[in-house]
């Protein structure tokens, strides 16, 4: 039997976005241009992806858009696939804010574009259509990286590249996943930022911690004083002399960790073993979201 190639990420996120696109557009009254629909369909054959990396719906927002359609129609078509194993049925791709505030708006039919996209491209278009849009909470958009890497077997690397977003950024916010679910809503809820929540992660008590940065409304940079600051019965740390040098640093050494000081824009040692080839740099940082620049400016030559 012949062993099935791994088709990496899709087609590529840019590729199938630009299939999603492709379909000529149309100009209304307003000047807004539009994309043509495919075709009308009953809203009852239109149902939603459970895949859909979007979790929340925030009541305004619906009412907005369901009182924006009772007035002008839906204006963008939906994007839908033929739904797997139910023949006349479309699984929605993007637009399933749309589809919600239609039904609250009475509609009986949705125009819509069809598009032959598998599971995984269907998941991929999701994440990269909510992003695109900054649509999705930050804990949304971490659960979307992770089925991309669990169920499709995508690294961070490849995601990366395909959504146009650093490792570091994929990597911190899929460590939120690693939080209470009390801190996670507060995050879903939009009470703590993507910023709040990674200085919480180092935290022996996120939850009593999230509650006091929620209710005090306190910055990301107290946040991150608040994580590291020891307790009251932890033992100072002994401690001890520096070895000795083997000798001052010569003037070579010390202009080139200037140098790079000044590149990075964080202190910058260098420890040379004396009399071999070898030695350590060392880069300091006081915040993570420092350490996030660092490893963009090291990554950013790949």
Known sequence: MEKKKSRGLGRGLSALMA???????????????????????????????????????????????????????????????????????FEIVAGERRWRASQRAKLHELPVIVRDFDDTE?????????????????????????????KFGHTQEKLAQALGKSRSHIANLMRLLQLPDEVREYLEEGKLSAGHARALITSDDPVTLAKKVVSE???????????????ANDKPKVTRSAPKSLGDKDADTKALEADLSAALGYKVQIDHVAGQESGKITISYPSLEALDDIVQILGSGN
């Open 19 to 89: 299939d999603v696109n492709e379909q000529p557009a149309t100009t209304t009254t307003s000047g807004t241009s539009v994309r043509r629909p495919d075709m009308m369909v009953p809203i009852e054959n239109v149902v939603p992806n459970p895949d859909q990396p979007r979790r929340t719906f925030t009541e305004d927002h619906l009412d907005e858009l369901t009182a924006s359609i009772k007035e002008k129609g839906v204006i963008q078509p939906l994007i839908v696939r033929p739904k797997p194993g139910d023949d006349g049925k």
């Open 217 to 231: 409304g306190l910055s990301v940079r107290a946040t991150e004083a608040l994580a590291k600051k020891p307790k």
């Open 122 to 150: 269907v998941l991929e278009v999701a994440i990269i259509e909510n992003i695109q849009r900054a649509d999705l909470n930050p804990i949304e958009e971490a659960a979307g990286f992770r089925q991309l890497m669990e």
